[in-house]
Structure formats: structure tokens, C-alpha cells
């Protein structure tokens, strides 16, 4: 809670001299224990959208592990309730849903192969709110998976995807709604999207198709 400096810079206690400040940025971290309270202003909702966007975040940092407080709300004393992913009947909240849809889109299938060449994807967002982030990952059988966050607790902003190609495939999922697809499009090289605080989830491919003039994009049926 005092930051790096304070930690493994001068420390906070006798200020022993620690890394330099450039050494300070590249150290391996972990998170070994965080998390949000249900209660107030932090709805069940709020506390799930706060986890989930928490280890997207930790996990483009370079975060190496991430411990979250707590599996299940404890029982066995005063003041740590309602911090778990299920409550203390062992029913889920929406925090253990939406990490589970999560998980389930960007989970390879047991034993598939490794799809050998597979077109790089690149791609701008405009505009680009300080409040925006972008994750781009990829499965084994050449799906390209982008996911967008926007650390708004109220309110939405539109946003433009651009990939330099169009894509024969573009299957938008919204974990904190639904296990189901979005919206579904095809021959794909813009795509606009209003991101209020519910991650999105692109999946996208496996290959692209010629590029398109006007670069719109096609929804399917």
C-alpha cells in the first residue's frame, strides 16, 4: 500500500536504499491479495466488472500472479464479508459468472493443434479515452481474441475499431451479459462499438479476406 518506492526504492521503515528508480519499473510483480467489498455504492455488478477488469489490467502490465480476497465470504469473523466470488451459501455472484465466461472464450480446446501461419492483426481505436484499454491475445487455432475495457462507472463512449484488413469474421461477446454472442459480422474491416463499462470480447478470423473498398462491415443473419 505504499507503493514501490516507499517498498523496494527507500523504505518506508529506516529508509534503507533499495533499486533505483529505473530498476523500480521492470521488477517481477505479484498481487497477493485485493479485492472490492459488495456494500454501498459497489453493487454486486460493480464488485464483479471491478475483478474482472482488474486481472485484464494486471495481466497487459505484466503482473505475474494475481490473488484476489476471496474465493467465498468467510464466516468466521466480523468485518470480512461480502468480498467473495460466491456468497457463504456457496451461491455465485456475478463475479464468478462473468471470470467464467471469460475464461470459457479465451480457453483453447484440450488437445488442438497449433495452427502453423497466421495473418498478424493490427488495428487502431478511435477515439481512444484515457478510460480505454485493449488486450490483444490468441488461440491456438489462429483466432484472434481483442478485448476492450472501458473504466467508465457511468456513461459510454463510441468507438471506432479499424483493422488495416478485412476479416471474414467477427463474433462480439459481452461476458458480463450473456455466454451467448452480441453481435456477429462479416467481411469486418471497421466496426463501430459504444463501450460503456461491460468488457467486450472480439474474436476474430481465422484469416482475413482481400481488403474492401470503404471497409464497412457486414452483419450477419
Known amino acids: 500500500m505504499d507503493g514501490l518506492y516507499k517498498?523496494?526504492?527507500r523504505t518506508w521503515r529506516k529508509g534503507f536504499?533499495?533499486?533505483p528508480e529505473a530498476e523500480l519499473q521492470t521488477l517481477p510483480r505479484v498481487t497477493t491479495e485485493t479485492g472490492v467489498a459488495v456494500g454501498g455504492e459497489v453493487s454486486e455488478e460493480i464488485h464483479g466488472w471491478h475483478l474482472l477488469t482488474m486481472y485484464l489490467a494486471q495481466f497487459k502490465r505484466g503482473w505475474t500472479h494475481t490473488a484476489v480476497y476471496l474465493l467465498r465470504d468467510r464466516t468466521d469473523e466480523a468485518g470480512n464479508q461480502q468480498f467473495g466470488f460466491y456468497r457463504p451459501d456457496h451461491r455465485p455472484r456475478p463475479a464468478a459468472v462473468y471470470l467464467?465466461?471469460?475464461?470459457?472464450?479465451?480457453?483453447?480446446?484440450?488437445?488442438?493443434?497449433?495452427?502453423?501461419?497466421?495473418?498478424?492483426?493490427?488495428?487502431?481505436?478511435?477515439?481512444?479515452?484515457?478510460?480505454?484499454?485493449?488486450?490483444?491475445l490468441r488461440r491456438r487455432d489462429g483466432t484472434w481474441i481483442l478485448i476492450l475495457w472501458n473504466e467508465r462507472v457511468h456513461g459510454s463512449d463510441e468507438i471506432q475499431v479499424r483493422?488495416?484488413?478485412a476479416w471474414p469474421e467477427v463474433t462480439v461477446y459481452d461476458p458480463m451479459r450473456s455466454?451467448?454472442?452480441?453481435?456477429?459480422?462479416?467481411?469486418?474491416?471497421?466496426?463501430g462499438l459504444e463501450l460503456?463499462?461491460?468488457v467486450?470480447?472480439?474474436?476474430i478470423g481465422p484469416g482475413p479476406v482481400e481488403s474492401m473498398n470503404g471497409g464497412g462491415n457486414t452483419p450477419s443473419s
Not at 200 to 203: E, H, I, N
Request: with cysteine.
Open 200 to 203: 467486450r470480447v472480439l474474436c
Open 7 to 9: 517498498n523496494f526504492g
Open 163 to 165: 483493422f488495416d484488413r
Open 100 to 136: 467464467h465466461r471469460l475464461t470459457r472464450l479465451l480457453a483453447d480446446k484440450p488437445g488442438a493443434p497449433i495452427r502453423g501461419h497466421v495473418a498478424p492483426l493490427a488495428y487502431v481505436l478511435e477515439p481512444q479515452p484515457d478510460t480505454l484499454h485493449d488486450l490483444l
Open 179 to 191: 455466454d451467448l454472442p452480441a453481435a456477429r459480422y462479416r467481411n469486418v474491416q471497421r466496426l
Open 196 to 198: 460503456d463499462r461491460h
Open 17 to 19: 536504499a533499495g533499486y
